[in-house]
């Protein structure tokens, strides 16, 4: 049990940045912590705690306002789930859709890879799709391009 840590540690402790830290304060993700005389914040368990949950649903890309729904939801532990289902069913379909996408992206990129005559930049296949769309064998990619 950790009782009143700095910023520093509780970055260190969550896996958190202390600007991230700082951030989700400001927007009002975690509560301000209470100070010390030196006006240093200090950090409880129980902050700890929720940053851990707040990286945790970042890491599984939940957007912020879905974030703070869940954490409203976890204060509220006597609430029916169905919001909680609602959020994580959304998230799930777009992970799903991002998987198809860059199923396409890998095709099309093996096409390239597998079209190239590994000649000269004249005769190049990648450089040729690359430089026209419409030799793409397919346009479901488009989204999975930032990764």
Do not use: W
């Amino acid at each position: 049990m950790l009782d009143g840590v700095s910023i520093g540690e509780a970055a260190k402790h969550s896996g958190v940045k202390a600007p991230t830290i700082r951030y989700y304060e400001q927007i009002g993700l975690l509560a301000a912590p209470p100070r010390t005389q030196g006006n240093r914040r200090s950090y409880g368990d129980a902050n700890l705690r929720r940053l851990a949950f707040i990286r945790h649903a970042r890491q599984l890309g939940f957007e912020i306002e879905a974030i703070r729904t869940l954490l409203t939801l976890q204060d509220n532990p006597s609430q029916p789930c169905a919001t909680a289902d609602s959020i994580a069913k959304v998230r799930l379909a777009e992970v799903e859709q991002r998987i198809r996408s860059l199923t396409a992206l890998k095709a099309e990129l093996e096409l390239m890879v597998d079209g190239c005559s590994h000649g000269h930049v004249a005769t190049c296949r990648v450089i040729e799709v690359l430089a026209d769309h419409g030799q793409c064998a397919g346009q479901k990619h488009l989204s999975a391009g930032r990764v």
